[in-house]
């Protein structure tokens, strides 16, 4: 088969490395691709926001099937539109894709099916919300409703704080969404990540993982894309993945179906496992990055035939084998991150990083005259595997002191809540 992967990242790089071991896969395209996923896929200079020269560059390509990354190619409409040319691809439709692309959607969906999550309330204008903000009290959750690429979200300590949230919200025009706003309870407990493929009809769980989204160690500092993530879980449970599916995920899927937007893809479930059982924070449309890295290290399935398999609707009677080990991944940033960074510097030592201490997945790097440089925010991926996770931990952070980037930078505990935990 002809492969198209969509995307540019860490999450592609992954998925390209679990797709070029497939016996299906001939011929591996990725858009737009980096210098580590060049080494296993020709990549196409088309970014995954342009929806019209990946439909030309598919049928022009005679591709197969197209393996969708980011959730911005999902939202704008890729699938429909690649369906309409009779071109496979795996994720959602744009109305299927409503379920990351529109917090209220989401949280609609969420009351009229009985899935649990925070209560909340909608708003489209700011006066109606601050009254709602000064009514319930702090901490509260101010959110934009639309996509805005992790920096929607306010938690906020105090109405004040909040307040001003919903002015940020209602003074950008430029992100300002026609969904609005979206105000809700603040949760508290441990955040997991949870996988499951969907067909539009039947799910095939993946796995759950957890990552760090705060930029600093012991989880300090501005949110971020995710600066490390391992899998499996150690707080998930037999227990609590039978209720995590029971509770959230097969409602929301006869849902979607109920609603006319039957759901195909991952469906990526951001969690809080709260005192009163675990609560949906949000819906992801696509994996999760840098969660997609540690779950291809511990699938030991062909994943493309259970790609295909979601895409046509025969997931039942489906099952994928995954290692006992655990999975880690370290990511390395820009000095900046994520606020403002440099690009173009140079990285070396990654050829003396053997594959058995660690697998790179990159980010952002470019390639010239054969030496690598920074092309981005979130750079690199240090992924190892161990017993448990201390032990993956252990080589990921002995791999990473190989690398040379003087102005890139790593958190130095990721996978310390499930360290301690275990
Ligand atoms: P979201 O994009 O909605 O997942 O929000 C980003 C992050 O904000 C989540 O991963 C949580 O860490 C945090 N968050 C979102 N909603 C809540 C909430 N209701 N209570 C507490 N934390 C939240
Ligand atoms: N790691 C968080 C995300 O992919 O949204």
């Not at 002015?167 to 969404?177: A, G, K, P, Q, V």
């Not at 979607?256 to 949000?282: C, R």
């Not at 920074?374 to 201390?390: A, F, M, P």
Request: proline content about 4%; charged content about 20%.
């Amino acid at each position: 088969m002809r492969i198209l992967v969509v995307g540019g990242g860490g999450r592609e790089h992954a998925l390209c490395w679990a797709i070029s071991a497939s016996s299906l896969c001939e011929n591996l395209y990725c858009a737009p691709g980096n210098a580590g996923i060049s080494k296993i896929a020709e990549c196409i200079d088309i970014q995954a926001n342009n929806i019209k020269e990946i439909v030309r560059f598919s049928l022009e390509s005679s591709i197969d099937f197209v393996v969708i990354g980011p959730e911005v190619s999902l939202v704008l409409g890729l699938v429909d539109e690649l369906e309409k040319l009779g071109i496979k691809a795996f994720g959602p439709t744009a109305g299927a894709a409503k379920l990351e692309g529109s917090k209220g959607f989401m949280k609609d969906l969420c009351i009229k099916y009985n899935i649990p999550t925070a209560a909340y309330e909608r708003f489209y204008d700011g006066e109606s919300a601050k009254k709602y903000i000064k009514e319930k009290g702090a901490p509260i959750v101010v959110k934009e409703d639309g996509l805005a690429a992790g920096k929607g979200v306010t938690i906020a300590a105090s109405i004040e704080e909040a307040l001003v949230a919903v002015e940020n919200i209602i003074n950008n025009n430029s992100r300002l969404s026609p969904n609005g706003l979206v105000v809700e309870e603040f949760l508290m407990g441990q955040e997991l990540s949870y996988f499951v493929l969907v067909d539009g009809t039947n799910t095939l769980p993946l796995a759950g993982a957890q990552d760090h989204k705060k930029v600093g160690d012991k989880d300090t500092g501005p949110n971020t894309g995710g600066m490390g993530a391992y899998s499996p879980a150690p707080i998930l449970t037999d227990e609590l993945e039978s209720k995590i599916m029971e509770n959230i995920i097969l409602p929301t899927v006869k849902g979607m179906a109920q609603e006319g937007t039957p759901f195909k893809g991952v469906l990526y479930a951001g969690l809080m496992l709260t005192s009163e059982g675990p609560k949906l924070l949000e819906y992801n449309v696509r994996f999760g990055d840098p969660e997609c890295q540690v779950l291809m290290m511990r699938l030991r399935s062909d994943i493309l035939p259970a790609l295909l398999a979601t895409n046509q609707g025969t997931l039942d009677n489906f099952s994928l084998r995954w290692s006992q080990e655990a999975a880690l991944t370290i990511v390395m940033a820009a000095k900046g991150y994520p606020g403002k960074y440099e690009t173009g510097e140079r990285i070396v030592g990654l050829e003396s990083i053997k594959t058995d201490e660690a697998l790179i997945f990159h980010a952002a790097t470019k390639s010239k005259n054969g030496q690598f440089f920074s092309n981005g925010g979130r750079v690199l991926n240090i992924c190892s595997t161990g017993k448990e996770i201390k032990n993956a931990q252990k080589k990921a952070y002995g791999a990473i002191k190989k690398i040379g980037w003087k102005g890139g930078f790593y958190r130095s505990d990721i996978g310390w809540r499930a360290i301690n935990q275990s």
